[in-house]
């Protein structure tokens, strides 16, 4: 900010030097009468301009350096600080910030006021943990006319049609899966459930189970204790280049599923673990993560684990969250698809192939809405739909289109 003292007769005389010296922006902090004089101090946001005016009216000179810093041949000058002058800009921001607020705070008031129903939408999904910005762009589609019912089902369908899945191949193809994510979020629990999922549908032998997770305490006991009572061999490996001598010794349609140790998204190696495969050897890495974690926290794992080059996403711990709007507002905003979920503690009934419609219920209606006390919440949602009844409280009967969110990104919430 530039600041300057002017000496005057009067004010229109103090203006007019303004105006020469700082142009029609400058703001007129503070005047007084001095000897008979006024003095004027202005402020202008930008960089320093023409030197102050003296009493006399003639240049004043400039105040002494404090201090140089030499480099690149040229000095730079240290200026004393008026605890007057900084603490009137610092005014002048906690002002300008206040009436930003303010006028944000009113249009967010005539729109409530033009769309009632709209912005009754809109609380509610802000309630249920989905940020503002999502639950905006969702209730912006709400049309006046409607009722309550078909408004909210209307909501329902198109956040249930926003939610990326991911169909995976590599299941029924055979080659290398790995399960990568932070340190606590379910990883080998989920590597042995899509191993018995496996075991029941192509047998034993179409499974290998693989651990480079050394540094865990009882990471390699707790997997080889699976892989003996469901008939499988594991390895311990030490590094990729073990695992892609591994992989070339396997037939194909033989999955190896790799479990790997939790990095925190601050350590994520750069190099991905499949960087240097065969291009004839299939293999992804899906990435875990868990419904109880911190939106912010969230994204700054999806960013970390970018170096990771994950196809897919497993969500699990739907089960010990209670508001799932927190991490469906950044999932929504990111390209991976869902690919399963888990939501109990069980290893086989509590795994699931991703099923938006069940997330969204669990989202906007909580983990027990409209559903007896008895039962995995799951396994009740699936048996409303099989009795052909819309889970939770009494639905519209009129069917709402599934559309994607256009305002927050149509083109990365597509299908895979």
């Known amino acids: 900010m530039n600041v300057r003292r002017y000496w005057a007769r009067d004010m229109r005389d103090a203006m007019r030097q303004v ?53 690149g041949g040229q000095a730079q000058a240290s200026w004393p600080s008026d605890p007057e002058l900084t603490a009137m800009r610092q005014e002048l921001r906690d002002l300008r910030s206040l009436m930003t607020r303010q006028y944000a705070d009113s249009e967010e008031a005539r729109w409530a006021a033009r769309h009632p129903l709209a912005a009754e939408c809109k609380a509610r999904l802000i309630d249920r943990g989905f940020s503002p910005e999502l639950a905006g762009s969702l209730a912006g589609s709400i049309l006046d006319d409607s009722a309550p019912e078909q408004a909210w089902e209307r909501l329902r369908a198109r956040l249930s049609g926003a939610i990326a899945t991911h169909r995976p191949s590599i299941l029924d193809e ?51 204790a699976f892989a003996q009572m469901a008939g499988i061999s594991v390895r311990v490996l030490q590094d990729a280049r073990e695992l892609r001598e591994l992989a070339r010794r396997v037939d194909d349609g033989h999955l190896i599923l790799v479990d790997t140790a939790g990095q925190a998204p601050r350590a994520v190696e750069v190099e991905p673990l499949f960087a240097h495969l065969p291009p004839d050897i299939r293999a992804e890495s899906w990435l875990v993560v868990s419904a109880t974690t911190q939106g912010s926290v969230l994204r700054r794992v999806l960013e970390a684990f970018q170096k990771a080059e994950p196809t897919a996403l497993v969500l699990t711990k739907l089960d010990e969250t209670e508001q799932l709007g927190e991490v469906l507002s950044v999932l929504l905003d990111q390209y991976l698809g869902l690919a399963f979920v888990s939501d109990g503690q069980r290893i086989a009934e509590d795994f699931h192939r991703v099923d938006t419609g069940y997330l969204t219920e669990r989202a906007l209606d909580g983990p027990d809405a409209g559903a007896p006390a008895a039962g995995n919440a799951r396994e009740r949602w699936a048996a409303e739909r099989l009795a052909g009844a819309q889970p939770g409280a009494a639905r519209s009967t009129e069917s709402a289109p599934l559309e994607l969110i256009q305002p927050v990104g149509k083109g990365r919430y597509a299908t895979h």
């Open 19 to 71: 105006r020469e010296q700082q142009g029609e922006d400058a703001v007129i902090l503070s005047s007084r009468r001095v000897d008979g004089r006024l003095e004027v101090v202005a402020a202008l946001e930008g960089e320093a301009g023409p030197e102050p005016v003296s009493p006399r009216g003639s240049t004043a000179p400039r105040p002494e350096r404090k201090g140089t810093e030499r480099g």
């Open 174 to 224: 055979g080659g290398l899966l790995a399960m990568v994510g932070p340190t606590g979020v379910g990883k080998t629990t989920t590597l042995a459930r899509i191993a018995l999922r496996q075991i029941r549908r192509m047998g034993p032998d179409s499974v290998t189970l693989v651990t480079l997770d050394s540094q865990r305490i009882g990471a390699t006991r707790q997997l080889q």
